[in-house]
């Protein structure tokens, strides 16, 4: 058997990008490999989304229950170690998201089977899927081999594989919930927006985005000098948010904001995936950073390598004397 | 309110400034230029579990799997706050991947008593986000991943909030004993004292070797992992930026031309 699960992966009445993604990496491997395709769907009232997974398996399981209409990784496991265990597929991907990582590891566990995570490339050599891995905030790669089994759960990274057209047509199948009793060691309560600052970044068309490279909280005003003399906003990387230079709202990122400005001007941000992701909606984007390997140079359009210290001080200068 | 905390010890690579450079081996990096640090995620879970102590009362032990030179990292912890230490330390746990690590952490809990586990959620060298869930499994407990907010609400319960995409929190309750994954940016870590570092210092640090452990040399390091690291590689880049030569006041003028002629300025 060469069945690959994909779960899918819904919050707050939608149906999360990352699905259709692995989807459509399972239905590469699976033309590879002479496998199915079967988009695993939790949730209750769930048609929608069923109708779009068929688009991209062979075949959609859904489970209907309200006790899936919110995430619950206690309830999820349950369910899909169950199903696992009476349809056993070869591979389980899942993304490597807030809910993936709340949940993948520890099915893993329950099943006794290989697990990797955060996999930005995945290929089937032989029977046996192989993972590159990115490491130190993706300076380096990694090549990681399983030992055989019969299964391994995998949790891809978001945005690793561009989400397909579609155009299969799956058959969707409803199934009992396997799980019978309510699950009372964790409940899940309810979600909390991300409140907005003075400042929504989403809406600049300029901004600044510093990141640790500056070092210390007093080099701010150098920051905000420079943001000042370009009429831009200041936005950070999570590492100067943790630190409290600047509020939550500021954080570019997976888990912060998603912005689309005219102008991104980076300094001292290495360009992690985590922060990267959120700025691809920017038009021109410009890295200052002293390491010329800094990943930040892959997503850039103009960079200058050198000491952001000097740079900066001078760019402001610049910027002035253009301005008047 | 007893809390366990795993913390690792890792290069400090956090200045984007740092490079790093694959060693000959294929399978390790040149750590000759690397200071190292605590785990930054781990950081946030030794604050969390210190301030839950003193809010709660009960003990901190700090767990790490480390060289005896990442005492420093156990004694920080200990200088915090943190009131004993178990280090596991011995070269066959080498190469142990998420599964092994976790195996190595569940065997020196064994004799100890605790309410909560708490670990980082991501370490900043390997990235997995998995230890600890993992970990939360082979003790039988529940978890919470990527948790940004701790509160206790009544006997053997806990209120968490876990960080998701977009900064959307997750409420939700969950039983303990339990396993908590912590977040950057959680609360704001305190330094240590010179009392806290002089009373560190007088803390015992239990070692446990592959014996203590009660594990066989098939569980632990490469030979107990079932998803092996096996070689590093230098990442295929696509087009990078155009590089602006020149020093500071030459290249400061041609990105301030260029972005004139975007109309950026």
Same mark, same amino acid.
């Given at each position: 058997?060469?069945?690959?699960?994909?779960?899918?992966?819904?919050?707050?009445?939608?149906?999360?990008?990352?699905?259709?993604?692995?989807?459509?990496?399972?239905?590469?491997?699976?033309?590879?490999?002479?496998?199915?395709?079967?988009?695993?769907?939790?949730?209750?009232?769930?048609?929608?989304?069923?109708?779009?997974?068929?688009?991209?398996?062979?075949?959609?399981?859904?489970?209907?229950?309200?006790?899936?209409?919110?995430?619950?990784?206690?309830?999820?496991?349950?369910?899909?170690?169950?199903?696992?265990?009476?349809?056993?597929?070869?591979?389980?991907?899942?993304?490597?998201?807030?809910?993936?990582?709340?949940?993948?590891?520890?099915?893993?566990?329950?099943?006794?089977?290989?697990?990797?995570?955060?996999?930005?490339?995945?290929?089937?050599?032989?029977?046996?899927?192989?993972?590159?891995?990115?490491?130190?905030?993706?300076?380096?790669?990694?090549?990681?081999?399983?030992?055989?089994?019969?299964?391994?759960?995998?949790?891809?990274?978001?945005?690793?594989?561009?989400?397909?057209?579609?155009?299969?047509?799956?058959?969707?199948?409803?199934?009992?919930?396997?799980?019978?009793?309510?699950?009372?060691?964790?409940?899940?309560?309810?979600?909390?927006?991300?409140?907005?600052?003075?400042?929504?970044?989403?809406?600049?068309?300029?901004?600044?985005?510093?990141?640790?490279?500056?070092?210390?909280?007093?080099?701010?005003?150098?920051?905000?000098?420079?943001?000042?003399?370009?009429?831009?906003?200041?936005?950070?990387?999570?590492?100067?948010?943790?630190?409290?230079?600047?509020?939550?709202?500021?954080?570019?990122?997976?888990?912060?904001?998603?912005?689309?400005?005219?102008?991104?001007?980076?300094?001292?941000?290495?360009?992690?995936?985590?922060?990267?992701?959120?700025?691809?909606?920017?038009?021109?984007?410009?890295?200052?950073?002293?390491?010329?390997?800094?990943?930040?140079?892959?997503?850039?359009?103009?960079?200058?390598?050198?000491?952001?210290?000097?740079?900066?001080?001078?760019?402001?200068?610049?910027?002035?004397?253009?301005?008047? | 309110?007893?809390?366990?905390?795993?913390?690792?010890?890792?290069?400090?690579?956090?200045?984007?400034?740092?490079?790093?450079?694959?060693?000959?081996?294929?399978?390790?990096?040149?750590?000759?230029?690397?200071?190292?640090?605590?785990?930054?995620?781990?950081?946030?879970?030794?604050?969390?579990?210190?301030?839950?102590?003193?809010?709660?009362?009960?003990?901190?032990?700090?767990?790490?799997?480390?060289?005896?030179?990442?005492?420093?990292?156990?004694?920080?912890?200990?200088?915090?706050?943190?009131?004993?230490? #178990?280090?596991? =330390? +011995?070269?066959?746990? !080498?190469?142990?991947?998420?599964? @092994?690590?976790?195996?190595? *952490?569940?065997? $020196?809990?064994?004799?100890?008593?605790?309410?909560?586990?708490?670990?980082?959620? #991501?370490?900043? =060298? +390997?990235?997995?986000? !998995?230890?600890?869930?993992?970990? @939360?499994?082979?003790?039988? *407990?529940?978890? $919470?991943?990527?948790?940004?907010?701790?509160?206790?609400?009544?006997?053997?319960?806990?209120?968490?909030?876990?960080?998701?995409?977009?900064?959307?929190?997750?409420?939700?309750?969950?039983?303990?004993?339990?396993?908590?994954?912590?977040?950057?940016?959680?609360?704001?870590?305190?330094?240590?004292?010179?009392?806290?570092?002089?009373?560190?210092?007088?803390?015992?640090?239990?070692?446990?070797?592959?014996?203590?452990?009660?594990?066989?040399?098939?569980?632990?390091?490469?030979?107990?992992?079932?998803?092996?690291?096996?070689?590093?590689?230098?990442?295929?880049?696509?087009?990078?930026?155009?590089?602006?030569?020149?020093?500071?006041?030459?290249?400061?003028?041609?990105?301030?031309?260029?972005?004139?002629?975007?109309?950026?300025?």
């Amino acid at each position: 058997m060469h069945d690959i699960f994909v779960l899918a992966e819904h919050r707050e009445g939608e149906l999360r990008e990352i699905t259709l993604e692995i989807l459509t990496l399972a239905g590469q491997l699976a033309e590879q490999s002479g496998g199915k395709v079967t988009a695993v769907l939790f949730g209750s009232g769930v048609d929608d989304y069923a109708g779009k997974c068929a688009s991209f398996a062979d075949r959609v399981l859904v489970v209907d229950d309200p006790m899936y209409e919110n995430f619950n990784s206690a309830a999820y496991q349950q369910a899909l170690a169950l199903l696992i265990k009476t349809e056993k597929p070869h591979l389980v991907l899942i993304g490597n998201t807030g809910q993936g990582v709340d949940l993948a590891p520890s099915l893993a566990v329950e099943l006794d089977v290989p697990y990797s995570s955060d996999i930005v490339a995945l290929t089937l050599e032989g029977d046996k899927p192989v993972a590159t891995r990115q490491y130190y905030g993706g300076k380096i790669e990694g090549r990681i081999e399983f030992k055989d089994a019969d299964l391994y759960v995998l949790a891809i990274r978001e945005a690793s594989t561009p989400a397909g057209e579609g155009g299969k047509s799956g058959e969707i199948q409803k199934i009992d919930n396997p799980v019978t009793t309510e699950v009372t060691v964790r409940k899940f309560l309810e979600y909390v927006e991300a409140a907005i600052g003075e400042v929504d970044i989403t809406q600049s068309t300029m901004l600044v985005s510093v990141g640790r490279g500056i070092r210390e909280e007093k080099n701010m005003p150098m920051m905000e000098e420079l943001a000042e003399a370009l009429g831009a906003d200041l936005s950070a990387s999570r590492a100067v948010v943790d630190a409290g230079w600047l509020p939550t709202d500021r954080q570019v990122g997976i888990s912060g904001k998603t912005v689309s400005p005219k102008l991104y001007l980076t300094v001292g941000i290495s360009g992690a995936f985590q922060h990267v992701t959120g700025m691809k909606g920017a038009d021109v984007v410009v890295a200052i950073n002293k390491d010329p390997d800094a990943p930040i140079f892959q997503y850039a359009d103009y960079g200058i390598v050198d000491d952001l210290f000097k740079v900066v001080p001078a760019l402001t200068e610049k910027i002035k004397e253009m301005k008047g | 309110m007893n809390v366990v905390v795993c913390v690792k010890q890792v290069p400090d690579t956090s200045d984007p400034d740092t490079e790093v450079h694959i060693d000959s081996s294929g399978k390790g990096v040149d750590e000759s230029k690397f200071s190292f640090v605590i785990n930054d995620a781990d950081n946030y879970a030794v604050e969390e579990a210190i301030l839950l102590k003193e809010d709660q009362g009960g003990e901190v032990t700090i767990v790490n799997i480390g060289p005896e030179a990442a005492n420093q990292v156990v004694r920080m912890a200990l200088a915090k706050g943190g009131d004993q230490a #178990i280090r596991l =330390d +011995d070269e066959k746990f !080498a190469f142990s991947d998420i599964t @092994a690590t976790a195996r190595l *952490l569940s065997s $020196a809990m064994g004799d100890l008593e605790f309410d909560i586990v708490m670990t980082g959620c #991501i370490s900043s =060298d +390997d990235g997995y986000s !998995a230890v600890g869930v993992t970990l @939360a499994q082979m003790l039988d *407990l529940p978890h $919470a991943a990527m948790v940004k907010s701790v509160e206790v609400i009544g006997e053997g319960k806990l209120k968490v909030g876990r960080e998701l995409e977009g900064g959307l929190m997750e409420m939700l309750e969950i039983e303990t004993p339990c396993v908590l994954t912590i977040q950057t940016g959680t609360n704001e870590p305190r330094y240590a004292s010179f009392k806290g570092i002089r009373a560190a210092s007088k803390k015992e640090i239990k070692v446990m070797d592959l014996a203590a452990t009660g594990l066989s040399d098939d569980q632990v390091g490469e030979a107990g992992s079932t998803a092996v690291m096996v070689g590093y590689s230098v990442p295929v880049v696509g087009e990078l930026a155009e590089i602006l030569e020149g020093d500071a006041g030459e290249t400061s003028a041609k990105l301030s031309g260029i972005l004139k002629e975007k109309g950026l300025v």
